[in-house]
């Protein structure tokens, strides 16, 4: 099995003023549970936790999140941003094209699904869980938890007919410290630029150009049952603008939605 090599992590990392405390971890059920255990411990902004092999993996919505040891990244930041808690839904989404930008850098055609999964080939590479925290005496924190698959050969189960991993995309072995540090890399301009609003609205740019959600027609499950249209813009906080057919204009929260499928295909638009 492949481990982060600290050292040379540490050393590609020098300057970056994201990851200022590097925390690599043999084992742990999740990053994001140990970046929250540190943020209560008042570790700082810029801790940044990996872990060799994660055993509980979590993901959006309850879900698990599965990764074979040493082909995937497991990362979480735990950041203290000085901006108001209301740009917070900010973070979740210059983490998804911070992720997009670093692995277009090896190769991958990969796209940004709403509202921050990273796909390429119509597969996942990447999911995001950003959690907001409070500790005591209300300091709020944000972890950002980051998963990638770097270096899977296959997928078991269901998740070989969803996921795939940059080797499959690209053809090419990548260490797991040059995938951390590019993403570190993509992240560092672009988490300060959600508290400015000017620099996060060029941020929004780049994410709807490298969207694979928007413009489309899409069907969206989730609190309010099945709601079908074309994925029109994101307003300022990241929400889907949704275009029903009669005309409306519905936005969308990224948490009351479970899942969201491409219905370009007239034979799925039929069945709705
Ligand atoms: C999703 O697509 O549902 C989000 C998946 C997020 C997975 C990452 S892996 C590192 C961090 N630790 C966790 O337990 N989850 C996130």
Redesign the pocket.
Known sequence: MTRIDPAALAEKLAGNSLARRIIVLEETP????AAKALAAEDAPSGTLVLANR?TA????RG?A?Q?EAGAAV???LLLRPEFPAECAPRITIAAALGVCRALRTFGADAAIKWPN?VYAGGKKLS???SELGTQGGGRPYIVC???INVGQRAFPGELAETATSLLLETGHTVALERVISEVLCALAPLFPACGEDAAYAALMEEYCRLSCTLGRQVKITGVDGVRCGRAEGLDTLGRLLLRTADGALLTIQAGDVSSLRNAENSEEREKE
């Open positions: 999740s990053t994001n549970l994660q993996g979590r993901g959006r879900r999140w990764s497991c990362m979480s999964d999911g995001i869980l938890g980051i998963g």
